[in-house]
């Protein structure tokens, strides 16, 4: 959706490195969260955020951080606990105060060289 | 949560109506069905969502059983762009962030 910024697109991560996947939305959402998607498979959820300076481990959240410092903003680092960090990574935001829609930003692929 | 379980893969001829079946046995009075789907590559894209009773959009129509343990989401007229996967997700009408659960989907392949 045009309201959620992802980026870079492609992302190239060199073993022993620590990433910086940005995630920034501009539809005043209260929660956001990160899902990491492998070739074939399912969105598996790994960390989530309902206000700023306030977020949650989802399924996966092994070798990853996050932080919320500014409603608008959550971006999510992979550091070099993750042995396979390769994969598809997708941010997506939502309203709270209602029965709102999940909004998906379009994605970082993610490899490792 | 409730846990939902779809068919892997379906086919569906182009022009046909798509009918993609979702179970969802364990869900419970206050929880939702939501429908989205990815096409390759993309970020999910919502399609629709009901409580009890049946639902139409510009895009599809949600079939709820009374029960409501299982649902159906019908693509009328489908053409080849409605080639992706599509996932069935329950969650609860609360405030809060939730933890959304995506389960593997079906992936639907339109064929001319």
């Known amino acids: 959706d045009g309201g959620i910024t992802q980026s870079p697109k492609y992302l190239f991560r060199k073993e022993g490195q620590n990433v910086t996947l940005s995630c920034e939305q501009n539809?005043?959402?209260?929660?956001m969260y990160w899902y990491r998607q492998d070739p074939g498979q399912g969105l598996r959820l790994i960390y989530y955020s309902q206000i700023v300076n306030d977020f949650q481990k989802g399924d996966i959240a092994e070798g990853y951080s996050v932080s919320r410092e500014k409603k608008e903003s959550f971006p999510l680092t992979v550091t070099s606990a993750q042995k396979n960090p390769t994969a598809f990574y997708l941010c997506?935001?939502?309203?709270?105060?209602?029965?709102?829609?999940?909004?998906f930003g379009s994605g970082t692929q993610l490899s490792v060289v | 949560d409730a846990k939902t379980t779809q068919p892997t893969s379906m086919d569906c001829a182009e022009g046909r109506a798509a009918n993609l079946p979702c179970n969802h046995s364990t869900i419970s009075g206050n929880e939702y069905v939501y429908w989205y789907r990815q096409i390759h590559s993309q970020g999910p894209q919502y399609i629709i969502h009901g409580l009890k009773n049946n639902e139409t959009n510009e895009m599809a129509s949600l079939i709820i059983t009374e029960d409501r343990k299982s649902s159906t989401l019908i693509l009328p007229h489908a053409t080849l762009r409605d080639t992706a996967v599509y996932y069935c997700?329950?969650?609860?009408?609360?405030?809060?962030?939730?933890?959304?659960?995506f389960g593997q989907g079906t992936r639907l392949t339109i064929n001319p």
């Open positions: 997700i329950v969650r609860f009408h609360l405030q809060g962030a939730q933890k959304l659960v």
């Open positions: 539809l005043n959402h209260d929660a």
């Open positions: 997506a935001s939502r309203r709270t105060e209602s029965n709102e829609k999940l909004c």
